[in-house]
């Protein structure tokens, strides 16, 4: 599955480049077992592993609004860093949200506790769309700043960096904040397909800027969030949307590591069962699954429709179900080693939840699944 050299190189001081042991992650677990290979351990992290589970993270939020912590790095760093520290997951997951980007731009945009991101005007008409202030370089600075501290120590673990899919965002901007069945969006897409197709590849190019900004200031691996892809069906998705997820994925194809591999892109969503092939097909390496979908149904699904590279299987991601975290540990702990065993039939697998951490889950049942996990033999 190598590449020839042809991509553009990482800087040569990035953890996916430099020579340096105690910073180098391409023999981490993460990177081993996302690029298909057997990991010294089976690595393990957690969508929204920080965040309201932790009490430190409740600590340095005090008095401190959303948005506004994502933008201060030294803050972002610090909560980068405290499930790492905690937990010995296998990755940091950069603290930031999928709106920071449109922030960043100069979208009229907040993150309402207990509520999620609401913007100050929905968009939706070809006048709204084309108002859309441009993401500049400069503006990406906050960003860079904190993934270049958080990799500092992080050492050799690899730091995940992550954008909202262009669906999911544009599905916000043109509710004008969080929406059940995601109507508008879906109405625009065939309503006015023009509009539609402008404001997704606005929130494509701006995702994509976000995510290369992270990956080239340190970050070993890329996800995309399609979390609202779910609600699709698999015409729509195909004809309106995963152009503009390949589009994003486009913006960081090229980059390479010191040897000339790509760097590992994930993609993932939820309620994607019918709509898994699709979305590799839009330019992953790796496949996120959710709880819905058992493991070895996911890679029957991928493996029954080789992707553009030829390959029938890719490595997965996934899918502890986020009930269970609740559930009693006996019960947990059969569930967790499940989902391990379905996971041996990819060419990789890194164990996370199928959806992110309910805030109210007990932090010492994540570290336990963590130590549960890194005792069985990869
Ligand atoms: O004050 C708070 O603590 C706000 C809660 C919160 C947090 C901790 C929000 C608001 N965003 C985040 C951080 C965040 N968001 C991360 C980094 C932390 C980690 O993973 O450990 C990431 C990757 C996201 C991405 C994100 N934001 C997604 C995709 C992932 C997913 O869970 O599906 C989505 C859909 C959002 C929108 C969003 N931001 C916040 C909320 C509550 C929501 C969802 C609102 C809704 O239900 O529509």
Redesign the pocket.
């Known amino acids: 599955m190598s590449e020839p050299l042809t991509g553009t190189p990482l800087p040569a001081d990035h953890p996916l480049a430099t020579t340096d042991p105690a910073r180098s992650t391409v023999g981490s677990p993460l990177v081993t077992a996302f690029r298909g290979g057997t990991p010294s351990r089976i690595p393990v992290w ?7 589970s932790l009490p430190e ?1 409740r600590e340095v ?1 005090q008095g401190i609004g ?1 948005l506004e912590s994502c933008l201060k790095p030294e803050l972002a760093s610090e909560i980068t860093l405290q ?1 790492v520290r905690r937990h010995d997951v296998d990755a940091a ?7 920071v980007p449109l922030r960043l731009a100069g979208v009229d945009v907040d ?1 309402v ?1 207990g ?3 609401v913007l100050g005007q929905a968009v939706r008409t070809a006048a709204d769309v084309a108002a859309l202030p441009e993401l500049t370089d400069e503006s990406l600075e906050p960003i860079r700043e904190a993934v270049r501290r958080t990799v500092a120590e992080l050492g050799s673990t690899p730091l995940i960096g ?1 954008a ?1 899919a262009p669906f ?1 965002v544009a599905a ?1 901007m043109v509710e004008g904040g ?2 059940r069945d995601h109507l508008g969006p879906r109405t625009m897409m065939h309503a006015d397909p023009e509009t539609w197709n402008a404001l997704a590849t606005w929130a494509a190019d701006t995702a994509g800027a976000f995510l290369r900004a992270q990956i080239e200031a340190g970050a070993s691996a890329g996800q995309l ?1 399609d ?2 892809a779910g609600s699709l069906s698999l015409d729509d998705y195909q004809q309106y949307v995963q152009p503009h997820s390949a589009h994003a994925f486009s913006h960081v194809r090229d980059l390479v590591d010191g040897s000339g591999q790509p760097v590992p892109l994930v993609h993932f969503g ?1 309620g994607t069962s019918e709509i898994l092939p699709a979305m590799r097909d839009a330019g992953a390496s790796v496949m996120g699954v959710d709880y819905r979908l058992p493991l070895g149904e996911a890679h029957r699904r991928l493996g029954a429709t080789p992707g553009p590279d030829g390959r029938g299987t890719v490595p997965l991601q996934g899918n502890i179900d986020p009930a269970l975290l609740s559930a009693p540990w006996e019960v947990l702990e059969a569930h967790v080693r499940e989902v391990v065993e379905a996971g041996r039939v990819a060419p990789g697998h890194v164990v996370n939840l199928g ?3 309910p805030p109210t889950t007990d932090p010492t049942v994540l570290t336990r699944i963590v130590d549960l996990i890194h005792s069985i033999q990869p």
């Open positions: 957690f969508m929204r592993q920080a965040g309201r993270y939020r959303m499930p997951i950069f603290f930031s949200d999928i709106v993150i506790p509520t999620g991101p992550f909202g999911t916000y969080p929406s969030f979390s609202w939820t959806h992110g951490v």
